[in-house]
C-alpha cells in the first residue's frame, strides 16, 4: 500500500554540516496497518514523513502509495491522499473560519473542488452527524470560529478534516504531545475509532514507548535514518519497554538517552 524503497535525503550537502537524515530507509506498508514510529531526536522521524507527504523531494529512492509513484508529485498534489496532524493544535486549520467552513474546505478535497457558494446543508448535515461521534459537543457549535477551541477541541476536529475526504495514508506527528493528558487521551480514543471505523493505513510518530507498543499493530523505530527494529504479531505482543531499550542498545550500539521519550515501565 505504502512503499518507501531506498529513500535518501542528505541537508546542507557537500558543507561540513552535512546530515544524512535518512539512509537508504526501506518500508513497506499493508492497507490498514497502523504503525507507530519512535525513536531519539534526529533519528529520522519527522524526516521521514516529510518525504512521504511531500514537503520536499529525496535525492534518491522513491515512495509508492497505493500503487502510484509519488516520488516527484508536488506536496499540494498529495494532499487528497493523505492527511497529516501535526503535534501544533494550531496548524491544519483556519483559526478565523467557522467549524464547518474549515470542515467544507477539507471536505472539498475529496470532489477536488473549492468553497464556492458558500457551505451545503447536506455537508452540514454530515459534519454534524461526524462531529457527534467525538461525544465533544462539537457539532452544536458549528458556527463557532476554530480560533475559540481549547487545544483537544482543536486536534479532535483537525481528525476530522484530514480524514473526511477519505486519503489513503494518515500521519500523525506527534498529534497529542501538545495537550493535557486528560485531552491527550480523548484524542487518541478519537483516533483508533476513526482509524479502526474507515481501515486506515497509518503512521503515528509519538515518544512515548509504552503507548507505541500498546498501540495499532506493528512498531518501528529509527536511528540515524535508519529503522533498526520493526516489530510485530506475537513479539510485538510480549514486548516489554525494558526489553525494547535493551534491543535499542543492541542495534544502536548505545543507550537510549532522550529526556523527550518517555519510558513508563510495565507494570
Not at 8 to 24: E, M, P, R, S
Not at 185 to 208: D, G
Given at each position: ?6 529513500a ?17 530507509l ?5 492497507a ?10 534526529g533519528?529520522?522521524?519527522?524526516t ?10 529525496l ?5 509508492t ?14 494532499a ?25 474546505l477539507?471536505y ?21 452527524e461526524?462531529l ?5 459537543g ?7 470560529k ?11 476536529l ?20 501538545a495537550?493535557?493528558p486528560?485531552?491527550a ?24 514507548i ?18 533498526i ?16 531499550m ?6 544502536g ?14 507494570e
Open positions: 500500500m505504502l512503499e518507501i524503497k531506498n535518501v535525503k542528505t541537508f546542507l550537502a557537500g558543507t561540513v554540516n552535512a546530515h544524512v537524515a535518512l539512509d537508504d526501506t518500508l513497506l506498508l499493508e490498514g496497518e497502523f504503525v507507530t514510529v519512535i525513536g531519539s531526536n533519528a529520522g522521524k519527522s521521514l514523513f516529510n518525504a512521504v507527504g511531500g514537503t520536499f523531494l535525492d534518491s529512492g522513491s515512495v502509495l497505493d500503487g502510484k509513484d509519488i516520488t516527484w508529485l508536488a506536496e499540494h498534489r498529495r487528497s491522499m493523505i492527511g497529516r496532524i501535526f503535534q501544533d493544535p494550531l496548524k491544519g486549520t483556519a483559526p478565523d473560519m467557522t467549524i464547518e467552513e474549515n470542515l467544507a477539507a472539498a478535497r475529496k470532489r477536488l473542488s473549492v468553497l464556492r457558494q458558500g457551505v451545503q446543508k447536506k455537508d452540514v448535515a454530515f459534519f454534524r461526524e457527534s461521534r467525538f461525544g465533544m462539537l457539532e452544536n457549535r458549528m458556527k463557532s476554530v480560533g475559540l477551541l481549547s487545544g483537544g477541541q482543536r486536534q479532535a483537525t481528525l476530522l478534516m484530514a480524514t473526511i475526504a477519505g486519503p489513503q495514508l494518515l500521519l500523525l506527528d506527534e498529534h497529542t504531545a495537550l493535557d486528560a485531552a487521551a480523548k484524542v487518541m480514543e478519537i483516533t483508533k475509532e476513526i482509524v479502526a471505523r474507515e481501515h486506515l493505513t497509518t503512521m503515528m510518530i509519538t515518544h512515548n509504552q503507548a507505541a507498543l500498546k498501540t495499532g499493530t506493528r512498531t518501528i523505530m529509527l536511528e540515524d535514518g535508519r529503522i527494529l520493526d516489530i510485530f504479531g506475537e513479539e510485538r505482543e510480549k514486548m516489554t519497554v525494558s526489553r525494547l535493551e534491543l535499542y542498545s543492541q542495534q550500539k548505545r543507550a537510549l538517552d532522550n529526556d523527550r521519550m518517555l519510558f513508563t515501565r510495565d
